[in-house]
């Protein structure tokens, strides 16, 4: 069975922090994929990054990174000096090479304060 | 052009009534998925079909029947909807199978059953 757990429900922060974002995943296949993506508040779905389990490098996109650790089966996001616009729900997602469906966590609600 | 497309976006009906959301995409992908969104944010994966073939059934009452006329739609069909229905459907589509990559959303169907 696979699952993913976010277990920060809702955060807050002041505009210009940091702020991670964690998720831990559960599988048994040693070949998987991890996802984030963000959902603004107008409603759609938008894809952020796809790391795949034989890739453990980190990944920056501007202040978006990603901290990928199979030892402790987490995939991490931190957003580095906030904004507003980066208030979203968060979902991690995992999909099994094998398995043609993606699971995605309960996600994380991020509100950045101005 | 909208990559993946519902219709319609907005729906308020009875309990009891039949109701169809209609999904296209026009990015040439084989796989399309139906996710339920409900009012907790979670997302859960309900169908998914492979080239107009039905791959996942994730335990969904049989009320609720997908159709694939042709690898580019994918549509929703419930019966006899009931409260617990009220949600946002998400379709999506993805390039490959198993699924590797990255889903591409629709805008989302609110459901509203009164």
């Known amino acids: 069975a696979q699952k993913v757990t976010q277990a920060q429900t809702e955060i807050s922060v002041v505009e210009k922090e940091d702020v991670t974002l964690d998720c831990v995943y559960e599988t048994r296949d040693t070949t998987y994929y991890l996802f984030w993506y963000k959902q603004p508040p107008s409603g759609e779905l938008v894809f952020l990054i796809r790391r795949n389990s034989f890739d453990e490098q980190n990944e920056i996109s501007g202040r978006y990174s990603w901290n990928f650790q199979k030892s402790t089966s987490s995939f991490n996001f931190t957003i580095t000096a906030s904004q507003v616009v980066d208030s979203a729900v968060y979902f991690c997602a995992l999909s099994e090479g094998r398995d043609d469906k993606i699971i995605f966590g309960k996600g994380t609600r991020l509100h950045i304060l101005p | 052009d909208t990559a993946v497309s519902q219709t319609p976006k907005y729906l308020v009906t009875q309990m009891g009534n039949d109701k169809s959301i209609k999904c296209e995409q026009n990015?040439?992908?084989?796989?399309m998925y139906w996710y339920k969104q409900d009012s907790k944010k979670f997302l859960k994966i309900m169908f998914s079909?492979?080239?107009?073939?039905?791959?996942i059934n994730e335990t969904v009452p049989n009320r609720f029947s997908p159709k694939s006329p042709d690898k580019a739609h994918l549509n929703l069909h419930i019966n006899s909807l009931e409260l617990g229905d009220s949600a946002v459907y998400f379709c999506?589509?993805?390039?490959?199978?198993?699924?590797?990559?990255?889903?591409?959303f629709g805008e989302g169907s609110r459901l509203t059953v009164l």
């Open positions: 990015l040439g992908h084989d796989t």
């Open positions: 079909y492979n080239n107009k073939e039905l791959i």
């Open positions: 999506a589509s993805s390039p490959n199978l198993p699924n590797t990559g990255e889903l591409f």
